[in-house]
């Protein structure tokens, strides 16, 4: 059974940054298409960022420009870089995997989650 544990969230000013981390334990690192999705307390869960198994990173229009993700396979961790953080940013953040190839990031489309990560932005 997979695992996913995130880490580095925590409360930033506007403007500032945060690295997130994704360790996957309990599997083939390489196996997986991985994500983050946030979600904010009564909406539903939001596709922020992917990146394939061969390494080809997808980031949703909002935060285009401003989070990059990337992968290391020697460490089996993913990595979502925040820039430039705004309030509405503000949500937990989900790390997930598929086990299969991914065509549409939906939550559904992945069969691994993390507990998530709280990430606040302060005005």
């Known amino acids: 059974q997979v695992q996913l544990v995130e880490s580095g969230g925590g409360l930033v000013e506007a403007g500032g940054s945060l690295r997130l981390s994704c360790v996957v334990s309990r599997g083939t690192f390489s196996d997986y298409d991985m994500a983050w999705f946030r979600q904010v307390s009564g909406q539903e869960r939001a596709f922020v960022a992917r990146?394939?198994?061969?390494?080809?990173?997808y980031i949703a229009d909002s935060p285009k420009g401003r989070f990059t993700l990337s992968r290391d396979s020697a460490k089996k961790t993913v990595y979502l870089v925040m820039n430039s953080l705004k309030p509405e940013d503000t949500a937990v953040y989900y790390c997930a995997a598929a086990s299969h190839v991914v065509r549409t990031p939906t939550p559904a489309a992945y069969n691994y989650w993390g507990q998530g990560t709280q990430v606040t932005v302060s005005s």
């Open positions: 990146i394939t198994r061969g390494g080809r990173s």
